[in-house]
């Protein structure tokens, strides 16, 4: 273990067979082998969302609803359903109450805030928001900041919205640009200004984002599957670089998310177990 990291929890992370049936067939097997441990305090890896596809549901424990289940195995989800609809204060405390107090969630912001006014005179939307999530009390983890592939880079609206949001919301925030202009020196400036991480995402629309920027203090990864976006699992070697990249981020003392989102077919719960594992390994272990 890398000095410095600290156990949040001690987590079992069971060995998978190596299966040829079933959508991942093949991938399924870079998980065998791995051994049980926990991975560092300071990363929070897991799914969008806590469904348990039946492929892994066996990894998961038997009782309890998904979530309860879901949040045996992971430190944080990323709630994205919010960024199509509200949900209730109460509806937030409800998940909060059924996690352990060390889990944390990430709050995808509402598309309203994002792509319908984008990014302009949002504040009293930021506000119900805000106070609907804050049901989450102390498990309120990170807020996500996604951006239409549309939306170029303007200075002015960017700080008077960061601005704004920094205003109400101290924690942890993590903006994922997709138009080219955000990927420049001024952006990343402005980002880092207000303590707001760009996040890292797979596959990258221009190879910029391919790379944490901002806020050096927190590195938020956003792997949406490749090739096939949404769809495809990852590759072991793709997992080992991810793997080495963490380490060396968790190294500095960066607070680390990751989040798979290629859940359509199931294959983020089985790289998320399977990153995990690797996680759990001694730097420089070879995985399995």
Same mark, same amino acid.
């Given at each position: 273990?890398?000095?410095?990291?600290?156990?949040?929890?001690?987590?079992?992370?069971?060995?998978?067979?190596?299966?040829?049936?079933?959508?991942?067939?093949?991938?399924?097997?870079?998980?065998?082998?791995?051994?049980?441990?926990?991975?560092?305090?300071?990363?929070?890896?897991?799914?969008?969302?806590?469904?348990?596809?039946?492929?892994?549901?066996?990894?998961?424990?038997?009782?309890?609803?998904?979530?309860?289940?879901?949040?045996?195995?992971?430190?944080?989800?990323?709630?994205?359903?919010?960024?199509?609809?509200?949900?209730?204060?109460?509806?937030?405390?409800?998940?909060?109450?059924?996690?352990?107090?060390?889990?944390?969630?990430?709050?995808?912001?509402?598309?309203?805030?994002?792509?319908?006014?984008?990014?302009?005179?949002?504040?009293?939307?930021?506000?119900?928001?805000?106070?609907?999530?804050?049901?989450?009390? *102390?498990? +309120?983890? /990170?807020?996500?900041? $996604? !951006?239409?592939?549309? %939306?170029?880079?303007? &200075?002015?609206?960017?700080?008077? #919205?960061?601005?704004?949001?920094?205003?109400?919301?101290?924690?942890?925030?993590?903006?994922?640009?997709?138009?080219?202009?955000?990927?420049?020196?001024?952006?990343?400036?402005?980002?880092?200004?207000?303590?707001?991480?760009?996040?890292?995402?797979?596959?990258?629309?221009?190879?910029?984002?391919?790379?944490?920027?901002?806020?050096?203090?927190?590195?938020?990864?956003?792997?949406?599957?490749?090739?096939?976006?949404?769809?495809?699992?990852?590759?072991? *070697?793709? +997992?080992? /670089?991810?793997?080495? $990249? !963490?380490?060396?981020? %968790?190294?500095?003392? &960066?607070?680390?998310?990751?989040? #798979?989102?290629?859940?359509?077919?199931?294959?983020?719960?089985?790289?998320?177990?399977?990153?995990?594992?690797?996680?759990?390994?001694?730097?420089?272990?070879?995985?399995?």
């Amino acid at each position: 273990m890398v000095p410095g990291w600290t156990i949040q929890t001690i987590l079992t992370f069971p060995r998978f067979p190596g299966r040829a049936d079933g959508p991942r067939g093949r991938e399924s097997r870079h998980c065998e082998g791995m051994p049980a441990a926990a991975p560092p305090a300071s990363l929070r890896l897991g799914t969008a969302g806590w469904t348990l596809p039946r492929e892994w549901r066996e990894h998961f424990p038997a009782a309890g609803s998904h979530l309860e289940r879901y949040a045996e195995r992971f430190a944080g989800t990323e709630i994205n359903s919010s960024f199509y609809r509200p949900h209730r204060r109460a509806t937030y405390a409800r998940w909060g109450s059924s996690v352990p107090e060390a889990f944390r969630f990430a709050v995808k912001v509402p598309r309203a805030i994002t792509h319908d006014q984008r990014l302009v005179a949002a504040d009293v939307l930021l506000e119900v928001f805000l106070d609907e999530a804050r049901g989450l009390g *102390e498990r +309120l983890g /990170a807020l996500l900041v $996604q !951006l239409p592939p549309s %939306l170029s880079f303007d &200075a002015g609206i960017a700080e008077e #919205f960061f601005g704004t949001l920094r205003g109400q919301h101290a924690g942890d925030v993590a903006c994922e640009p997709r138009h080219e202009t955000w990927f420049g020196p001024g952006a990343a400036r402005l980002l880092a200004s207000f303590n707001v991480a760009r996040v890292a995402a797979d596959p990258a629309r221009w190879p910029a984002a391919a790379e944490p920027g901002g806020s050096p203090d927190l590195v938020y990864l956003r792997l949406h599957g490749s090739p096939r976006m949404y769809y495809s699992a990852y590759t072991p *070697e793709f +997992l080992d /670089a991810t793997a080495t $990249q !963490l380490r060396a981020h %968790l190294e500095r003392g &960066a607070r680390c998310w990751c989040v #798979f989102d290629n859940t359509t077919l199931g294959a983020a719960a089985g790289d998320a177990l399977a990153l995990a594992a690797r996680m759990a390994q001694a730097p420089g272990l070879a995985s399995g």
